[in-house]
């Protein structure tokens, strides 16, 4: 079975400073999908970025970016020129591609964001 | 606004009852996902319904069930509840069986007293 790891339950980061967060994950499978999430205190879930195993370009959407590591199982999150609208949890997901779509989620880091 | 809409927002219950979750895909979305999300087991999926038809099961007691009606709302029944269930319950929806994007709705919040 799939299982996602975050190691860093909560992280902080200075405003306008850069964060990198933690994501390593376990599979036998080749081709696949990773993501982030956002959970503001708001609740809701929000995708930030998504990856897919396939392709060894690193994702990026504005300030976020990823480093994935795809012999190492890693998949960090990086993201820059932080503000205060980014502190939330983040989770990192996995999902095959193959079948149906469930995904497996690390148990989330908790980004607080200083001004 | 993620236009997966859920209702109601919060509910509370008493041990022993039943309740119902519903949940409106986007417009156009085909698979309805459920998941939980409580402090001790994180985020935990439940079930997934592509065009009315279960598609994958995940840790869903057998207390729970769900299904997807012919318009594509779909509801998640809670039975005899405990004070275990207590948590925050999502429901997601992507246009492909396969869920490449999820969009998640702004959760129910079920207490159990």
């Known amino acids: 079975a799939q299982t996602v790891t975050q190691s860093q339950p909560e992280m902080s980061v200075q405003e306008a400073e850069t964060v990198t967060l933690s994501c390593t994950y376990d599979?036998?499978?080749?081709?696949?999908?990773l993501f982030w999430y956002k959970q503001p205190p708001s609740r809701q879930m929000i995708l930030v970025i998504r990856q897919e195993a396939y392709k060894q370009q690193n994702a990026t959407e504005n300030r976020f970016s990823v480093n994935f590591q795809k012999a190492a199982k890693s998949f960090s999150l990086k993201i820059s020129d932080s503000q205060l609208g980014d502190a939330a949890m983040y989770f990192c997901?996995?999902?095959?591609?193959?079948?149906?779509?469930?995904?497996?989620f690390g148990d989330g880091t908790t980004l607080t964001v200083k001004p | 606004d993620s236009g997966v809409t859920q209702t109601p927002k919060h509910l509370i219950t008493a041990t022993g009852q039943r309740v119902t979750l519903r949940c409106s895909p986007r417009?156009?979305?085909?698979?309805v996902y459920w998941y939980q999300q409580s402090l001790d087991q994180g985020l935990q999926f439940l079930i997934q319904?592509?065009?009315?038809?279960?598609?994958a099961k995940g840790n869903i007691l057998e207390r729970f069930s769900a299904q997807q009606f012919p318009d594509l709302h779909s509801e998640l029944n809670l039975s005899s509840l405990e004070l275990g269930d207590s948590a925050l319950y999502f429901c997601a929806s992507s246009v492909e069986s396969w869920g490449e994007k999820l969009f998640f709705g702004s959760g129910t919040q079920l207490s159990v007293l």
């Open positions: 599979t036998s499978e080749s081709d696949y999908y």
């Open positions: 417009s156009g979305d085909l698979s």
């Open positions: 319904y592509y065009n009315g038809e279960e598609r």
């Open positions: 997901a996995y999902r095959t591609t193959s079948g149906a779509g469930k995904s497996t």
